[in-house]
């Protein structure tokens, strides 16, 4: 795919030499102007195509919070643990009255 980009890169600067060499110099900077700008909109999307399926992306969504989850279970565990005894008091108080 580059080589041909760099391929058109060269028919452009030939088509943009020639054309200020054979035409009015307002037109030939028209015509340089317009190649060039479309060879830079074709530079810009030869890699549009080159990303990951949706499938893909949510795997490695699913790889980080698999990750994240491992690394807290700890923490997690111990707000658990603390919840059950503030639920056991606040039943606990809810009986006594």
Do not use: Y
């Not at 900077?29 to 060039?36: D, E, H, K, P």
């Not at 989850?69 to 606040?90: C, I």
Request: net charge positive.
């Amino acid at each position: 795919m580059a080589r041909r980009l760099i391929g058109w890169g060269g028919v452009w600067l030939v088509g943009s030499i020639a054309a200020f060499l054979l035409l009015d110099p307002i037109l030939a900077s028209f015509l340089a102007i317009v190649g060039l700008c479309l060879w830079g909109v074709a530079v810009l999307s030869s890699g549009w195509e080159q990303h990951p399926s949706f499938e893909q992306r949510e795997l490695a969504r699913a790889r980080r919070r698999a990750e994240r989850r491992e690394r807290t279970k700890d923490a997690r565990a111990r707000d658990r643990a603390r919840w059950e005894a503030h639920q056991r008091r606040k039943a606990e108080r809810g009986a006594g009255r």
